[in-house]
């Protein structure tokens, strides 16, 4: 019987009940006051869970080598040799250990010159850029006293200054003119109009089909270090899917060939919020950074920023895009929306008072675009008159922030999302209908979408739950129920492919996951993209 530690026999051996271990009774005593753990197991351990072992008290018998010099030299010489190979294998981690120094060393006295290069450079160009602003006063001095008011009051662009802050402190917005309102009314009137005649395309997943989805695939498209993907959209035209993720990038990936197309970087902070605009290829992206980004895709398949907006003082929780492809608007906790122009970035109309007390968690257009619908951190569903920006109506009675919503494509129906699960409400009653609750009350609802046919509802928190979406009276049965194998036990977002053949799901680690018919797969597993 060999004690653990030590690898001798015992003079006072005892046991942990825990393991069933023998140890040394000081050395145990000893490990167990500095750490407080099994020096084996590394579990929990303490004094009361070690059990001494009674044993005879015999004299232990010396060894044969010690019972002569020879055999005394002999143990010398074994001991001798042990300590001379731990000696080299010591020297030679010492000498690798000096090597990666010496490396890392070089590294940075290398990353301290290209440092003080660039500073160099930035310096150069802020003279040059100096140099340039005070050139060119005096190359207007001829225009100058035009642009001064006769009396010699302030020139004409101080006061156009000051018209863009009004007496409260606040910028003055254009708004949204009548030319605007009138191309609203008309894309209303007219997608009001198809919506009568569409019918469920003949290619819609079934519900069979629906009831056999399993993952297909699994993406890792972001960082180790800061997994998480917080947002996604898919492009109705094109099988590409848009991710947002804690490590502060969006990644646009080809479902199809299964390859990351391009990674958009430039926020400092997580993505909330994402959205193609298929009319010109752009992306607009929300963050915690309090910005918003608008994204122009090139020939080759790379995107950059065109325009970086600035206007909310508090994260950005939600992008919604009108139906137009023209417009679109951003909802922020500081208790405001911005009604926005794509072509130029400019803020058209910034709605409501910024409050610390309450803030937009999300945000939705309606199809026809007339309406907006906005969630808050007061568990508060508000709608909003877009050409009057004006609150119409109000929802109460979710518990927590409204996490997510999304309008039906017949028109009257809304999903909305929040700690309590998921509610619908009728927008020609303007009342709630039907409540989902699938989780516990530790359990938010993350996500909640209409497919494009408003055939199926997809609900996300701890799993991702499809139901059959029914009228007001009758019932909404659940079809299918997928697990979250991310194994984080947070589903964050949801969106169902064209014609609902593919659903993409987002969770708290870096993968995206596709759910499909089984034997769909659209690549090999061992040629996944890796975002490393």
Known sequence: MICAISGEVPDEP??????????????????????????????????????????????????????????????????WDALMLSNFALEQQLHTARQELSHALYQHDAACRVIARLKKERDESRALLALAERQIPASMAGVAPAAVVSNGKRALLDTAMEDEIGPDGKKIRPGINPV???????????????????QVPPSLASIDELERYTQISSHPLHKTNKPGILSMDIHPSKDIVATGGIDTNAVLFDRTSGQILCTLAGHSKKITTLKFVPRDELVVTGSADKTVRIWQGGEEGNYSCIHTLKDHTAEVEAVTVHATQKYFVTAAKDNTWCFYDISTGSCLSQVGEASGQEGYTSASFHPDGLILGTGTTEAVVKIWDVKTQSNVAKFEGHAGPVTAMSFSENGYFLATAALDGVKLWDLRKLRNFRTFSPYDSDTPTNSVEFDFSGTYLAV????????????????WNLIKTLPDLSGTGKVTSAKFGTDAKYIAVGSMDRNLRIFGPPGDDQMDDDAKPSAE
């Open 460 to 475: 996300a928190g701890s799993d991702i739950r499809v139901y059959q979406v029914a009228n007001v009276k009758t019932e």
């Open 14 to 79: 005892v046991v942990s009940k825990r393991s069933g271990l023998l140890f040394e009774r000081r050395l145990i005593e000893r490990y167990i006051e500095d750490h407080g753990k099994c020096p084996v197991t590394k579990e929990e351990l303490s004094m009361d869970d070690i059990v001494l072992v009674k044993t005879n008290k015999v004299v232990r018998p010396r060894p044969l080598q010690a019972a002569s010099i020879p055999g005394l030299l002999g143990i010398f010489q074994n001991e």
């Open 180 to 198: 605007m309102i009138d191309e609203l009314t008309e894309c209303n009137t007219m997608l009001s109009a198809q919506r009568k005649k569409r």
